[in-house]
């Protein structure tokens, strides 16, 4: 077994975080390209924590290493992982958590992702991830496996923070401009009944 850990730091807050982590994965992201699909398996509220918990599934498309391809067949291009997540409003935390369900008989991957605020402003990411090639065969093997999917993931982290980054700046951007123009509109009727008010 492998084992890929990442902590970054995004400046926004949590609230902002939480809110754009459902975006994580929309056309303002040009660095996920590769995910093709996220829907939505369920989602429900526990009335006694208010823990909203989720569950995805996400379709990648992402291409393997030739030998690697040689190794577990063909038809690598296309992978599937299902993500649970659970946001915590109370504790102010989102975790999430995934597995793969493609290969998963070969190739076993566990990851977890934290988001917790650091202060009002800034925001903490955490991310472990657990690779372990389940194919028969000698260690030599399974070890070149581990390793590529470690070096996948740390490739895909640096281009995650980017995504994610661009994501964020874009989510403040829009709500701010809903925030405007939800004022212009508040101060156009109060103006409108200033009028009506002195007419009559």
């Not at 995910?35 to 924590?49: E, G, H, K, L, M």
């Not at 291409?63 to 659970?86: C, D, F, H, N, R």
């Not at 405007?180 to 007419?199: D, G, P």
Request: net charge neutral; charged share 25%; aromatic share 8%.
């Amino acid at each position: 077994m492998k084992v890929f850990s990442n902590a970054e730091t995004f400046n926004y807050s949590w609230e902002e975080v939480s809110t754009a982590n459902w975006r994580k994965y929309c056309p303002w992201n040009d660095k996920s390209t590769h995910v093709v699909a996220v829907d939505t398996i369920s989602r429900s509220v526990d009335p006694a924590t208010g823990i909203l918990r989720t569950e995805r599934l996400i379709t990648c498309q992402q291409s393997a290493p030739e030998w690697l391809k040689k190794i577990l067949g063909a038809g690598m291009e296309e992978s599937q992982v299902l993500e649970t997540s659970y946001v915590d409003p109370a504790n102010k935390t989102v975790t999430m958590v995934s597995a793969n369900l493609t290969w998963s008989n070969l190739i076993n991957v566990q990851e977890t992702v934290v988001y917790k605020p650091l202060n009002e402003h800034q925001t903490q990411f955490t991310q472990d991830a657990k690779i372990t090639a389940l194919c028969g065969g000698w260690q030599r093997i399974k070890n070149s496996i581990e390793d590529t999917m470690v070096k996948r993931f740390r490739e895909n982290a640096a281009k995650g923070k980017e995504g994610f980054e661009a994501v964020l700046a874009m989510s403040r951007r829009v709500f701010a401009e809903e925030r405007e123009r939800e004022k212009m509109t508040l101060l156009m009727s109060q103006a409108a009944n200033i009028r009506m008010a002195q007419a009559v």
